[in-house]
């Protein structure tokens, strides 16, 4: 598993430094349909008619929140292919740890995985030449901060995926954090002296748009579960 998720990170990172950034981030939203089809594959289980529609619905929700940004460039080709297989591979993970994790624990699994994938990450970092990592105080403060919200997010998402063991279900529910993203931006925009919602009507009528449809997506999602 940390194998698997150095690789979407590196690839991610990557995506985002060489391609086009505006394009990276909808696409990804695929992954909800690739682990829907890794479930299918590599471990035999079924995908009900709805869930599958579920995931149809949340990728195509993300893509179109990102449509009002979206710009090509002579990078198009590289964008598509890399966030493609970023997808893919953060996918796979999701079902590695959906099917495997219970045997180990979901915390020992977690734990094992997460140290490996800062082991590879050292090999990297000095098979690149040791670059330095200075910042200034500040791009470091936020940095940790980031970082701290990223491991528990990370934590949860791993948690969940180990317990509940439905994993297409649990990539659509995640998924509602554009909706969150949505509403916050609305109702601390005054707090924050946030604007953003003003100034380019068009971007945000694309993520309201995609926001109803992940909505959607979620409600069908759930509505599955209980039947």
């Known amino acids: ?30 992954k909800v349909v690739f ?11 079924d995908v009900s008619l709805l869930l599958w529609i579920a995931a149809a619905l949340t990728s195509i929700g993300i893509f179109v929140m990102g ?24 996918g796979a993970c999701d079902v590695i740890v959906s099917s495997w994790s219970n045997p180990f624990g979901a915390m ?17 970092w000095f098979l690149q030449g040791r670059p330095a990592l ?15 919200f990223i491991a528990i997010q990370a934590v949860l998402m791993g948690v969940s995926l180990s317990l509940f063991a439905s994993a297409t279900r ?9 909706l ?19 100034q380019n009507k068009r971007v945000f009528l694309f993520r309201v748009i995609g926001t109803v449809i992940l909505t959607a997506a979620i409600v069908i999602a759930v509505f599955d579960k209980a039947k």
């Open 35 to 45: 682990v829907a089809l890794a479930i299918t594959i590599f471990t035999g289980g």
């Open 67 to 90: 449509m009002g940004d979206m710009r090509v460039s002579g990078a198009l080709l590289f964008t598509i292919g890399i966030a493609l297989t970023c997808a893919m591979v953060y």
């Open 108 to 124: 020992t699994f977690l734990s094992v995985g997460s140290v490996w994938v800062g082991v590879l990450s050292g090999i990297v």
């Open 170 to 178: 649990i990539n659509v529910i995640y998924a509602s954090r554009g």
């Open 180 to 198: 969150f993203t949505i509403v916050l931006l609305v109702c601390l925009a005054r707090l924050f002296g946030l604007d953003e919602h003003r």
């Open 1 to 30: 598993m940390g194998t698997v998720f150095f690789v979407g990170s590196f690839l991610t990172v990557l995506g985002l430094k060489k391609g086009d950034v505006s394009l990276v981030t909808p696409l990804m939203g695929t």
């Open 134 to 148: 200075v910042t200034t105080p500040a791009a470091t403060k936020w940095a940790a901060i980031g970082g701290v």
